[in-house]
Structures are given as structure tokens and as C-alpha cells.
């Protein structure tokens, strides 16, 4: 029996698909990620060391725990957050087939995995918010366009990281406190929000926390009329959208029709509140079908591995593991 895994390696968790080659899944492993707040993230081979030995480590659990042998493993397809240009898709690839002795490895960016869990049709566009900030437009031939770059005050420091930072500052200007000040001071575990952000070098030490916890209390905040949390959102749906409109119009699509996936920690929960933003900025695009995806692009992992070597996966076996699908 051949068998095919998917990988979604993300910084708040990691998750592997075990799939054979009836197009069955067979197992499912979910696992802390290895955190993608560090600096020189592309240059730093302690990151990438640990970053691909994780996903070996948890890969060789699942194996053993299914009685199958690495040598079973036909495919691997992974997505994979960091990666953003041919040179580190290809040290991953390369490196990956080290590691594991599989032959046939692909990696794609977790944006494009986004897009085949939510989807059947070709691509055109993928929209990714995470924990960090990302756009990718796809072209019928899957060339990607990144666009994370040229959304302004979205730097790709984080969503939550953003989110903590825009809190602090706008708590320290406001004369009454505010539902999210408190939620700071919980979140920090720091007495007062000056307490907070001096732990943080005042917002220029990523590092310091586990931002991406923290966008579940701004989201909150802001279905209890917060205005702190309803500014930095707001604020936050426009540059997306501002983002979505330039690559639009760069790329000569404002005459075809353009699919983006919302994929990503922001969309989970109560991730609506951002959706519903973006959509009300963006509502005059008649062009533009904007759908939520829920499942991780690990679904996606999988589905494009079973793509590559015309597998015809069974959905009836991805719901089983609650792996639900748009079929658009």
C-alpha cells in the first residue's frame, strides 16, 4: 500500500494528514508549532532546523502509532508559512527528502494549501490572514503574487502582535479604561498596561509573548462596542482591502472574476467580526467572491499531493476526521 501525507506547519500548531492511496485518510496528528516570531526568520538555520525536525518528529509518531514504515510514504506535500520564494521552497524540499528519505516532496506556501482545502476551481486569488499578515494572488498556472509587502501599516510582525501593540498605545491616551485594559494586564500578566509594553521593549520585542493569543480578546472587546478593539479593526479590514484593490488592478483582473479564501487563525471563532469588515470595504467589487475557509491547509496539503499523482480523494473520509469542505 502506498500511502500520502499532508503537512500544515504553522507557529501556533503543527498538523499531518495520513492518507493511502485509495484516497482514504487514515489518521490525523495535531502538535504544538514551532513559533514563527523570530527574528531573520530566512536566515536563520537554528529556525529551520528545528522548524523541519519538528515536522519529521511528529511525522515518525504517526507512522508508528499506524504500524507503517517510512519507506511506505509514496508523496509528501507540506504548506508551510515561511515560505515566500523559490529558494526556500526548494532548501525545504530538499531538506525534507534528506530527512526523511521520501522521494517525491513538494512544499507550497500555506496560502496556496488555503485555497485547494476551500475550493475545487482553479485559482485566481487567495486571500491568507494568520496570525501574521498575508496576501497571495494565484494565476490559473499557479504562479504566485505576494502582496504582503504593500499593505502599509499591516507589517508582517503578526496580527496579534499589531493587535497588543495598537491596544497599549491607544489604552495609554484614553482617559477611562477600556474593556481590552484589562484584558492586556491578563494577557501580559503585568499589573498595568506601562508594565506591558516596557515587557515588550515598548513593541519592538516580538518575542517577548505568545501574540497570536491575543486576537481572540480583541474580538471580544469589540462585540462589547470597545472602540479601542472596533479602531484597530476597522483600521485593520481597510488595509486588507486596500491591499486587495491594488493587487487587482496591478494585475489587469478587474475584468475576471477573482476568488479569495480567508484562511487562518483571524477567520476561527469569532474571526466573523474581521470578515464582515473586509467584505462591507469591498462590497462594490462585483467581480470579487470572497468565501471563509475552516479547514486548516493541511486538508489542502493533502488534496494537492493526491492531485499531483491523479488520487480522487474520498470526502466521505475527510468528514469523518472533520474536515469539512466548500465544494464551490
Known amino acids: 500500500m502506498r500511502y500520502f501525507v499532508g503537512v500544515d506547519q504553522g507557529g501556533s500548531k503543527t498538523e499531518i494528514l495520513l492518507g493511502d492511496e485509495n484516497g482514504l485518510i487514515v489518521d490525523k496528528l495535531s502538535g504544538f508549532g514551532y513559533s514563527a516570531f523570530i527574528q531573520d526568520i530566512k ?4 529556525f529551520a532546523v528545528r ?5 519529521v518528529d511528529y511525522l515518525k509518531d504517526l507512522l508508528q502509532r499506524n504500524g507503517i514504515e517510512m ?10 508559512a515561511t515560505v515566500d520564494s523559490d529558494d526556500i521552497k526548494k532548501y525545504y524540499e530538499d531538506n525534507l527528502r534528506l530527512r526523511t528519505s521520501i522521494e517525491n516532496i513538494k512544499v507550497y506556501n500555506d496560502m496556496y494549501g488555503a485555497w485547494r482545502a476551500g475550493t475545487n476551481r482553479l485559482p485566481s486569488g487567495v486571500l491568507g490572514v494568520g496570525t501574521g499578515a498575508g496576501i497571495w494572488l494565484f494565476d490559473e498556472n499557479g504562479k504566485a503574487f505576494n502582496l504582503s509587502g504593500r499593505i502599509n501599516y499591516q507589517a508582517a510582525l503578526g496580527l496579534g502582535y499589531r493587535a497588543f501593540l495598537h491596544a497599549c498605545m491607544s489604552a495609554q491616551y484614553l482617559i477611562e479604561p477600556t474593556i481590552l485594559s484589562e484584558r492586556i494586564c491578563e494577557f501580559a500578566q503585568t499589573p498595568t498596561i506601562a508594565e506591558a509594553l516596557k515587557k515588550t521593549n515598548n513593541g519592538w520585542d516580538v518575542n517577548a509573548l505568545p501574540y497570536q493569543h491575543f486576537v481572540p480578546f480583541v474580538y471580544d472587546a469589540m462585540l462589547l462596542k470597545d472602540r479601542v478593539a472596533e479602531d484597530f479593526v476597522n483600521q485593520t479590514g481597510k488595509g486588507f482591502a486596500d491591499c486587495i484593490r491594488e493587487g487587482i488592478r496591478e494585475l489587469g483582473w478587474e475584468n475576471r472574476e477573482v476568488h479569495f479564501v480567508m484562511n487562518g487563525g483571524s477567520f476561527k471563532g469569532k474571526g466573523f467580526v474581521l470578515e464582515k469588515v473586509i467584505r462591507e470595504y469591498l462590497s462594490d467589487l462585483d467581480n470579487l467572491i ?3 475557509s475552516e479547514y486548516e491547509p493541511v486538508a489542502g496539503a493533502l488534496l494537492l499531493s493526491y492531485d499531483n499523482y491523479g488520487i480522487s480523494p474520498d470526502y466521505h473520509s475527510f468528514m469523518r476526521f472533520k474536515l469539512r469542505r466548500n465544494l464551490h
Open 51 to 55: 522548524y523541519l525536525g519538528q515536522q
Open 290 to 292: 470572497l468565501f471563509q
Open 43 to 46: 536566515d536563520s538555520s537554528e
Open 71 to 80: 519507506p511506505d510514504v509514496y508523496a509528501l506535500t507540506a504548506c508551510m
